[in-house]
């Protein structure tokens, strides 16, 4: 069945540090791709999406480029603020049923 | 931005009490998930809809139970709450077409004492 796998955390960065965070997957099929974000004691955002291969996601200065040839999904941002310190969730849809398999989740904490 | 409401936002209960989580969406949406988002973050589906009076179990076994009367409502009940149901629920739904993207409402931040 579909799955994803993403980096495991937590993730402590300083402010305007570079955060990757990294998500691959398996699926049959041409899946869509998504990064949600949590903020403490609220619910998930969609941050970007991308829908076939070589689409380049992008938000808040937030990337993400779906690669088919290596089944990623990585996460970017060239400058993380404080106002980034959240959970991040990688996601995919198969399209077959409705459904999204969502990774761990990354818990990220950016210090000034 | 979705227009995806949970009430009540915190509840804190005791064991034996009958509990409903509310979940409402004005976005028309067919298709609403529950899920049960445990201390690690991780999300698991318990429940979810395609349409009115349709209803199935996710993949995580809950003792909860659904209904879907109305399109725009599908609240989640617990007949007799225990503290192993502790934890936060988040409610969410998406139009069905696309790439299915789901958007949620805030969670109910739910503690049996």
């Known amino acids: 069945g579909d799955s994803v796998t993403q980096m495991e955390g937590p993730v402590t960065l300083s402010e305007e540090a570079f955060l990757t965070i990294n998500c691959t997957y398996t699926a049959t099929g041409y899946p869509s791709l998504f990064w949600y974000v949590q903020y403490p004691g609220e619910g998930l955002q969609l941050l970007l999406k991308?829908?076939?291969?070589?689409d380049k996601g992008s938000n808040k200065g937030f990337e993400a480029t779906y690669r088919k040839e290596t089944t990623s999904f990585h996460l970017e941002k060239g400058s993380v603020q404080v106002s980034d310190s959240a959970v991040y969730f990688c996601a995919l849809s198969g399209g077959n049923d409705y459904k999204l398999s969502f990774g761990a989740g990354t818990t990220v904490t950016v210090r000034a | 931005e979705a227009d995806i409401y949970q009430t009540p936002r915190y509840l804190v209960i005791g064991t034996g009490k009958k509990i409903t989580l509310e979940c409402s969406q004005t976005m028309g949406h067919d298709k609403m998930y529950w899920y049960q988002q445990d201390p690690g973050m991780e999300l698991h589906l318990i429940h979810y809809?395609?349409?009115?009076?349709?209803?199935e179990k996710g993949d995580l076994s809950s003792e909860s139970t659904v209904s879907r009367i109305r399109t725009e409502h599908f609240p989640l009940t617990l007949e007799s709450a225990r503290p192993s149901h502790t934890s936060q629920y988040l409610c969410?739904?998406?139009?069905?077409?696309?790439?299915?993207?789901?958007?949620f409402g805030p969670g109910t931040r739910l503690t049996v004492t």
């Open positions: 969410a739904s998406t139009v069905g077409t696309g790439a299915y993207e789901q958007y």
């Open positions: 809809s395609y349409g009115v009076n349709s209803t």
């Open positions: 991308a829908t076939k291969a070589d």
